[in-house]
């Protein structure tokens, strides 16, 4: 991406002949992409898609490229806040980034391109609720919208296994919960889901969003609350197998011939990643079923999403842009093989038909019911404050007899320095 200030050659006449030999090498090759077509320029991407869900991705860059003539220069990473950092700090950051959280968004928004007047009227309003198209200055100027979504507050089965009525008593066993906290740089994020869905099904979408916009304390009792509801889940060596375990091999053993747990709490993007064998016995319930002491009648769902922001305007970035985000593109990217399952949207235009299976489509659904959704709040909350929340996650597993009155004083510390730093923002608001 750094490629617009490569370094100036000491020789005139290297230049020209290394020139030349480009020349030649673009003529044989018809200009990247194209496939023989005059290029139309180029527009460079970051985001963490690799593996089975980058293939895709690109999938869809070769269809924007033979339909536009325009070359993408696409960097899939997992290390995405790292290569991001780097890359604005030395004025070489990519014309579009995909965020996989809101709380980076607010972090970039000074550098960003406002979308309302980049994307069509009818595109934004396919996008339903603040949540999908977030505004971080408070203003209403729309900085990302949600090229890719996913529905949390569930709860996964075998249901070859279990019958949905089996799951309270399920819950409420000892040693019943797969869970896995290991997640390479990002190890805790699964038990920092944990505690904000239970927040959420206990204490509702209004006490959910003022904690994670930073108005509510840390040490609040309803957040304490939320806390030891998780510690009561696990007991010293369920918590110390999930200290254990990566986040993707965790669900799995719901599958197992003789399974060691009955249930996973994980985001409906975890399915692409059980045994292809397997897909078709993983079903789900939603959490507010299964959390103790959560309101039984609530509809209000965990959700999280990757946010396309724009950094250069340019009529590629515009182009792609409105691409990534129109209906029937992403239906066809949901319909490309992806070795895995396919990808949920917040578009409302993208047609229930695309996800094959109740549980998809099930999926699908709800992701529309915009007004009963809250976003990821540690996605939403400052670098710093998720970073601390993700390590007292671990932390409280280590020693959840201790409780976490001392952890949740830490982070309350954390939480006011922030309030009083210039330049670390909160989003004004999470929910729908």
């Known amino acids: 991406m750094s490629a617009r200030t ?23 090759v018809g200009v990247g992409d194209t496939g023989g077509q005059r290029s139309h320029g180029s527009v460079s991407v970051l985001a963490t898609w690799t593996g089975h869900e980058g293939t895709a991705f690109r999938q869809l860059l070769q269809s924007f490229t033979r ?3 325009i070359r993408v220069d696409y960097q899939g990473t997992t290390a995405l806040r790292e290569v991001l950092s780097s890359e604005v700090k030395a004025g070489t950051a990519p014309d579009i980034a995909v965020l996989p959280t809101p ?18 009227a009818k595109t934004l309003a396919a996008y339903d609720g603040p949540l999908w198209k977030p505004a971080p200055r408070g203003d209403g100027a729309v900085y990302g919208i949600a090229v890719k979504a996913d529905l949390k507050s569930i709860v996964w089965y075998d249901r070859d296994r279990h019958d949905p009525s089996e799951l309270p008593l399920l819950a409420a066993r000892d040693g019943q919960w797969c869970a896995g906290m290991g997640g390479d740089a990002t190890s805790g994020w699964p038990g920092t889901d944990w505690v904000e869905d239970i927040l959420l099904q206990q204490q509702g979408k209004a006490v959910y969003e003022a904690w994670a916009t930073g108005r509510l304390d840390w040490t609040d009792p309803r957040v304490k609350q939320a806390w030891r509801t998780w510690g009561s889940l696990f007991g010293k060596g369920a918590a ?19 399974p060691p747990c009955a249930l996973e709490h ?56 409105a691409y990534l985000t129109q209906a029937d593109h992403q239906t066809a990217w949901a319909e490309q ?8 949207f917040a578009n409302s235009k993208v047609p229930l038909r695309v996800w094959k299976g109740g549980v998809a489509r099930r999926i699908a659904r709800t ?13 939403a909350m400052p670098t710093r404050m998720r970073l601390a929340f993700q390590r007292a996650a671990l932390a409280y597993l280590s020693d959840v007899g201790k409780g976490p009155d001392a952890l949740l004083t830490s982070l309350e510390k954390v939480r006011t320095d922030l309030h009083r730093e210039h330049g670390q923002p909160w989003l004004p608001t999470v929910c729908g």
């Open 337 to 344: 093989p992806q070795g895995g399952t396919p990808p949920f």
């Open 240 to 258: 110390r197998t999930a200290l254990l375990t990566d986040f993707r091999a965790a669900g799995r053993k719901l599958f197992a011939a003789r």
């Open 67 to 69: 339909d536009t003539g």
């Open 266 to 321: 994980q985001g409906s993007f975890i399915r692409g990643g059980y045994a292809a064998k397997d897909r078709d016995r993983a079903a789900f319930d939603f959490s507010s079923g299964l959390i103790p002491d959560a309101d039984r009648r609530t509809t209000a769902r965990e959700v999280s999403a990757d946010f396309a922001v724009m950094f250069r305007k340019t009529s590629q970035s515009r182009q792609l842009l």
């Open 6 to 28: 490569s370094p100036r050659g000491s020789s005139w006449n290297v230049s020209a002949a290394i020139l030349g030999l480009w020349l030649v090498v673009l003529t044989a």
């Open 367 to 379: 992701l529309r019911d915009s007004g009963s959704l809250c976003l990821d709040a540690s996605d």
């Open 103 to 120: 709380g980076e968004l607010a972090t970039y928004a000074d550098a960003l391109e406002p979308l309302q007047k980049l994307l069509p």
